[in-house]
């Protein structure tokens, strides 16, 4: 098998990844600002994030993963203008910085676990990690890591400490007309459009803080060899990657969004102070459009949720689906027929997990046509994560099996699943144990709320939505019965 290709930002090419440490990975994704919940565009993010680490285990590699939660430090632009995005909406809500990232941590987790993305672990407190460690981290429990690495850029030369903050010099660290490594952009092109912040302390408009100063009305504050304030943002993928991963990592990802001001600042903040390349491969994923080509984002107003979808009684793997069905170097456009063709995929693989007989799930070997597809499978997912060209393997394989009547091939199915994250074999427990999945049990009870109601248009609704989701509803004289559409004989 060919080994695992990679599109690297760096270089602008795919190139064959290979670990600094044979066997092992270490790999740093931008987290969440927790703020406000997620939308659907930011989860694609982080499907694109587990589908990479699933991908770098399939291949064999121990991947030890690392992603902040930025819960200080983001202002409302991504350079140094703006309000603190946490402590704005804290003042909104009348609660405190702590309570707001709490909240949408809390639900940042729960969307994540509907959609099957694996988190690392949260890092413990004031912990003192022996790298490469994975981590879920916190900005604000890494500030005595983020102190220390700007320590280090002040003494090499490559910071400055004013009244207002401790900035970074970037004109010094580019050298004139330098262009930024991933961006390949002069600092006037990287902010052509933008209002810079002119603060009378920086030496260049181009220069952002690393620590900001004398900012009485911060609600979050820490005493530093500079005195009290505030990290900036670019500041902590440094310090945290750094601590948890070591000075150089293998793989750094974010979106592409992410290219022109916070990664190329990670880089020089990084650089400046190790004096090491910072990581060798940038993997960036597209964004989710809306069917008229705009990007979801927070700023041009309300974008939808995990919830929204969830309303509308579709799966939440049916989303995951969806992202895995576009390269994730490709724009994915969002509607909710997109993510209901997605669906009924996903419900063509589920219902053949849930009918699996016997004899196939006995067997030990496979039958010896699926190895063909085994191969075709592992082929598409290294060529830069072509998931959309595995996923039509998967359901080829399938087709095969009820073409020829063989379901022997569970074993590879169940492998290319650790892949893809559907949990086929969960669905097939369910239907052992004869347990209904989660979301079907609410849509049931809510149908059941509504006949006692007397509501028949609302249990209708809830009954099509059940059926949706691929099972049937039979009102008896002794109660509901729901059951998978087709039960295994
Ligand atoms: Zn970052």
Redesign the pocket.
Known sequence: MKPLQIYNSLIRAVEEFVPLTPGVVTF????PTVYLPQHLGNMRAYVFVDTLKRALRFNGYDVRHVM?I?DVGHLTSDADAGEDKIEKTARAQGKSPLEVADFYIAQFKRDCAALNIELPSDAPAGDHPAPPQSALCRATGNIDAMIAVITRILANGHGYVTPSGVYFDVEKWRGPGGRGRLARQSLAEQHAGQRLEHSADKKSPHDFALWVLNQPHHLMQWDSPWGRGYPG??I???AM?MKYLGETLDI?S?GLD?IPV??EN?IAQSESATGHPFARYFVHNAFLVGMEGAKISKSAGRFPVLADLIAAGINPLAFRMLCLGAKYRSELAFSLESVRAAQSNLDYLNEFARNLNESALASEQDSAWAQEYAERFHQALNHDLNTPQAMAVVLEMVAQAYRLHDQRIWQTLRRFDQMLGLDLAKRLDEVRAGVLPPEVSRLVSEREKARADKNFARSDELRALIEAMDYVVKDTKTGVVVMPRRVAT
Request: hydrophobic share 5%; with cysteine.
């Open positions: 740093y994704s931008c987290g902040n930025t943002w670019h902590e993928c440094s990657s750094h974010g992410h916070h990664h990670e």
